[in-house]
């Protein structure tokens, strides 16, 4: 069980387009900034929210606004978790091309799990693809 | 006189080098402005060269990046070269992370980068 002692919690459902999106995690980096995140944790924190929360609006939710994306973020003092959930219909992460392939790579989209994974620890979808939790470990 | 909002540019032996005007390049509005001014820079332009310094980003999100792989096409469609420079240790993994360090040239400075477009 995570016994983790959380200082800091946005727990918000957002509209699904893209400013609300930018707003939300404005919210979370004056948070890291505020508590003295080294910057390339919170350069990382940022990019995989940002493809995380941008995908669940435009993929997820398609920019339906009657739908919103669960934007959830806890920080304590060593670890930052989020869970973004949208209320689509999902996806299976292993059917996404590869970007980093020769064929893909002057192609505009596929780029954004990958990002994820490079900039946060651990990335967990759930079975239906429509919610993503993100953690990552302050480095000091 | 100014006829962009997200972009400055200036020219340096032919080359058209492009600077930011914002340091965190993420709001989706002015990313699709970026574009629109990245590809106006190829209108007029016959072989277009076109050096895009990264002095001063603080970050840059993958639509953006989209925004520079079109532009890249573009440029490339004309006969024209592209380069990158002044890229911030961050914003460099992110070219490195997706490979697209193999679509652009990269250089560390603006001097370097002029000095590696090859001439006709």
Redesign the interface.
């Known amino acids: 069980m995570n016994d983790t002692t959380w200082v800091w919690q946005y727990d918000q459902r957002i509209p699904s387009d893209p400013k609300s999106g930018v707003d939300a995690i404005r919210v979370l980096l004056e948070q890291l900034e505020q508590r003295e995140w080294p910057a390339k944790c919170v350069f990382g924190i940022h990019m995989a929210m940002e493809e995380a929360v941008m995908n669940a609006i435009k993929h997820g939710n398609k920019r339906d606004p009657s739908k919103h994306v669960h934007v959830l973020v806890n920080l304590s003092e060593t670890q930052f978790y989020a869970c973004i959930t949208d209320q689509g219909q999902g996806f299976n992460p292993d059917d996404v091309p590869d970007p980093t392939l020769d064929e893909n790579l002057e192609k505009t989209s596929g780029r954004g799990l990958m990002l994820i994974s490079n900039f946060v620890d651990t990335v967990t979808y759930n079975d239906v693809g429509n919610s993503v939790e993100l953690v990552k470990h302050k480095q000091v | 006189m100014g006829q962009f909002e997200c972009i400055e540019s200036y020219e340096v032996d032919k080359v058209s080098v492009v600077k930011f005007v914002d340091e965190k390049v993420?709001?989706?509005?002015r990313i699709e402005q970026l574009g629109k001014e990245l590809l106006s820079l190829t209108d007029e332009e016959t072989k277009p060269n076109l050096l895009i310094n990264f002095e001063n980003v603080?970050?840059f999100?993958?639509?953006a990046?989209?925004k520079l792989?079109?532009l890249?096409?573009r440029v490339k469609a004309g006969g024209g070269q592209i380069r990158l420079s002044n890229l911030r240790?961050?914003v460099r993994?992110?070219f490195n992370?997706?490979?697209?360090d193999?679509?652009f040239v990269i250089r560390d400075e603006e001097a370097e980068a002029i000095d590696s477009f090859e001439q006709d």
Request: charged share 25%; glycine share 4%; proline share 8%.
């Open positions: 993420m709001d989706p509005g603080r970050f999100s993958s639509q990046i989209n792989i079109v890249d096409k240790p961050e993994d992110l992370y997706t490979n697209l193999s679509v």
